[in-house]
């Protein structure tokens, strides 16, 4: 029987041959020198074994010989046999390399996906066609969410916590508690965020790269130890993604704000008078670097699986006991009324607006504290009980407000040396805010106080003393004669002669329904007092009747100048139609300006 041997066309690159040739070069050399190495150690051992055999028995060159025949022809074997396996491993490994030149070798993955065997082209292609649109695919968060009611039937710590926390959610638990009316509402929120939106983007371009240096990179028996490893184990492609932290963060807050649901501690409320106890409750938190994670692993392995969103228990930090002393402080604030006092005024706060200025406020207690206080308090919260900063210093404004006068100046002026007081001026009163609110802490927050009456303490401010120079308002004298000028507009009256002023007060002209007349007039009348009288009409609420108005100097029919006792609201028009000056003022004028006297209103 013949065998017939069929030829076959091989083309192979010279630059390959040379490269797989200097390698196997490198090879062999390397087995010759161990080799040699070992026949080294063979003749050593031989020489030293012959010296043992020779001092036993005289007569072991037989026995030399023999082994000498049997050792080498087994060593000769071995290493043919050796050198065999390596030559074939050597030429499986160069056909191998040969046969996937341009492609990744087998056993590369990408998750699911079998790179091996595939160039450039037909990865890009697979991948692509795998991949394609997984970038705008959503993944899925849920949340389970059951409201349980308080009713007296409640199931277990245990039920309620796996339930309502999402850990382990059994329907037959749900059954159960709507049959006993405790489940109020039950939902399953459900979040589908694009993976752009949770900050996830793949980059599919430098895959191929990755996995073709796999077994290529190194020298010649570390890559053929990682091919024959990727062919056996397998070789696990990484996933070459961008992942913003700052954009998953920002949509798992999102979610958080919307789940969260803080723990309320234990506190107190007032009400119609007394003080009651509001019992704290338990919360529960989205760890979000938890999930984060998970998120993370769902995405580095190209998966859309659906995540369940548990939440952490939050306890509330301050119990029923924790408020005790709050409360009792609080009842003794509200105990009886508080009186404030000033001059002849008599200020009230009563109860109820007592207990509106309280707040409970939550208060955690330093390590020190907790050494040298004597009692045995199982929290490092407390809740303390506080009058209101803003609510009683609205309080103490409003009283402000009643008590409160602004200071106004005296005003002067000079004729000559002669002072001329235009107006007195008034001193001003000013609450001292902060003594105050102060003194009603002391009398409120002290439980020792059996008497809560606070003296008001007000602060007097002096009146100053300011002098008007009538130049400073612009009036300017129109001729060098004596004349009296009466400017409406400024509501002054100044005296000039010869060009210059001689005295200058401010004045009360004539209100607009009985306006003062303009023009120039003299002075045709003067008496020191006279009544002034008019009427309007029967009862008519401008009647007039004033007796003895002092230094009248009349200048056009009724209208004159005269002094005033009745108001110090000098520089506004007040009359009904006369030039109304302060007594001082009008005393100097009288005498000044005999009759005749050109007066000057404009």
């Avoid at 030293?48 to 001092?55: A, C, N, P, R």
């Avoid at 979000?288 to 228990?313: A, C, G, M, P, Y």
């Avoid at 009409?537 to 230094?551: A, R, S, T």
Wanted: net charge neutral; aromatic share 12%.
């Amino acid at each position: 029987m013949g065998i017939k041997i069929k030829k076959i066309n091989i083309t192979i690159k010279i630059s390959a041959i040379k490269k797989h040739v200097s390698n196997v070069l490198k090879f062999f050399k390397f087995l010759k020198n161990k080799t040699q190495s070992f026949f080294y150690r063979e003749v050593k051992f031989k020489s030293i074994f012959k010296k043992i055999l020779s001092i036993r028995n005289k007569k072991s060159k037989v026995n030399i010989l023999i082994f000498k025949k049997i050792f080498s022809f087994k060593t000769i074997i071995t290493v043919n046999i050796f050198l065999f396996i390596c030559f074939l491993l050597t030429l499986s490994l160069f056909l191998y390399t040969k046969t996937y030149a341009g492609k990744i070798y087998p056993g590369v993955w990408l998750g699911d996906i079998n790179l091996g065997g595939k160039d450039i082209n037909e990865t890009q292609t697979l991948i692509s066609e795998r991949l394609e649109g997984y970038n705008e695919k959503n993944i899925v968060l849920s949340h389970f969410d059951l409201d349980i009611q308080p009713e007296d039937k409640q199931p277990s710590e245990t039920q309620i916590a796996d339930s309502y926390l999402g850990f382990d959610v059994q329907s037959s638990d749900i059954q159960s508690f709507a049959e006993q009316g405790q489940v109020k509402s039950q939902k399953s929120i459900e979040w589908s965020p694009k993976l752009e939106e949770l900050g996830f983007s793949i980059h599919i371009d430098d895959i191929f790269n990755d996995a073709y240096i796999i077994g290529r990179e190194g020298s010649f028996l570390t890559d053929s130890k990682n091919q024959i490893k990727a062919l056996i184990l397998g070789q696990e492609m990484k996933i070459d993604y961008d992942l913003q932290e700052n954009i998953l963060d920002e949509y798992l807050n999102s979610i958080a704000e919307e789940i969260n649901k803080p723990p309320k501690n234990s506190t107190l409320v007032i009400k119609d008078g007394t003080v009651e106890n509001v019992p704290g409750e338990d919360g529960y938190t989205l760890p979000i670097d938890k999930f984060k994670k998970e998120i993370r692993n769902v995405l580095e392995n190209f998966q859309t699986n659906e995540i369940v969103l548990t939440l952490d228990s939050a306890p509330f930090k301050i119990k029923e006991e924790d408020t005790s002393d709050a409360k009792d402080k609080a009842l003794l604030m509200m105990s009886s009324p508080l009186v404030l006092k000033y001059d002849n005024k008599v200020f009230t706060a009563n109860i109820d607006q007592i207990a509106s200025w309280i707040k409970f406020e939550e208060i955690e207690l330093k390590d020190e504290y907790l050494k040298i206080n004597p009692y045995n308090l199982d929290s490092k919260w407390i809740l303390d009980v506080q009058l209101d900063e803003l609510k009683l210093g609205e309080f103490v404004g409003n009283l402000a407000s009643e008590i409160n006068v602004s200071q106004q100046p005296k005003k002067i002026m000079y004729s000559g040396e002669k002072e001329v007081v235009l107006s007195n001026g008034r001193d001003g009163k000013k609450l001292n805010i902060e003594q105050v609110i102060s003194d009603i802490r002391k009398r409120i927050e002290n439980s020792d106080s059996a008497e809560r009456e606070v003296s008001l303490l007000v602060e007097v401010e002096k009146a100053k003393t300011v002098t008007v120079y009538p130049s400073s308002y612009g009036i300017v004298p129109k001729s060098d004669e004596r004349y009296i000028d009466i400017s409406l507009s400024r509501q002054i009256l100044t005296c000039f002669e010869g060009g210059k002023a001689q005295f200058s007060s401010f004045i009360s002209s004539g209100i607009p329904k009985y306006a003062t007349p303009r023009g120039t007039f003299n002075i045709y009348y003067k008496t020191k007092s006279t009544r002034m009288r008019w009427e309007y009409g029967p009862d008519h609420p401008d009647n007039y009747d004033l007796d003895n108005v002092p230094y009248a100097m009349f200048f056009s029919g009724d209208f004159s100048l005269h002094g005033t006792y009745w108001h110090s609201n000098f520089g506004t028009p007040m009359s009904h139609g006369c030039v109304n000056l302060p007594t001082s003022a009008a005393g100097w004028v009288y005498g000044w300006s005999p009759r005749g006297t050109k007066v000057v209103v404009y």
